[in-house]
């Protein structure tokens, strides 16, 4: 009897920590060390007045994430030119994580979170602009943004993708 007791009481524990393993609530993401963030850049375009060439230029780099392992990837765009910073990376150990984005509201700071998303089995750069709403400035601003991150080397065929949110401190003033 103590046997079927014991034995009963070792499947128990076994269906029990078997379980827990494979719980709904294990987290599906996990945060990865960002090595350097590089400064913004934030340009400032009056979109009613911009020649047709600029507005061809940034739709084509907007929304639009490079994942760079050679120096000869990084994107060359005239209105960002490619800093030197980006140039003396060893990319053997890591990869440059480039992205352009459009804010139509003038930018006070950007914080960036890089992870992986275990459900979608890819990375994912999600920035934060901390913008101003009360601007004064013309409706037809854009401000164009380059947003640089360094992260050990990515695995090869890695898939990052990007999301972005606005912060509006002064929403309530």
């Not at 494979?22 to 963030?37: F, G």
């Not at 911009?50 to 050679?70: G, P």
């Not at 994912?124 to 854009?142: F, I, K, N």
Request: proline share 5%; hydrophobic share 40%; aromatic share 12%.
């Amino acid at each position: 009897m103590n046997r079927i007791y014991i034995l009963l009481a070792a499947i128990l524990t076994m269906a029990a920590t078997s379980s827990c393993n494979h719980s709904n609530n294990e987290d599906p993401y996990a945060e990865v060390a960002i090595t350097k963030t590089y400064e913004s850049d934030i340009l400032d375009i009056d979109w009613d007045s911009a020649e047709q060439s600029l507005k061809e230029q940034v739709k084509s780099a907007v929304n639009h994430t490079y994942i760079i392992n050679s120096a000869e990837e990084i994107p060359d765009f005239p209105f960002f030119p490619i800093p030197k910073q980006f140039l003396e990376i060893d990319y053997s150990r890591y990869t440059l994580i480039v992205d352009y984005d459009a804010v139509t509201l003038p930018i006070l700071s950007v914080s960036h979170w890089f992870y992986l998303d275990y459900n979608r089995d890819m990375y994912v750069l999600s920035t934060t602009y901390t913008v101003r709403t009360a601007s004064g400035d013309s409706e037809s601003h854009l401000f164009l943004t380059r947003n640089a991150i360094l992260v050990d080397k990515l695995p090869a065929q890695s898939t990052v993708t990007t999301n972005y949110g606005l912060n509006t401190p002064d929403i309530w003033d």
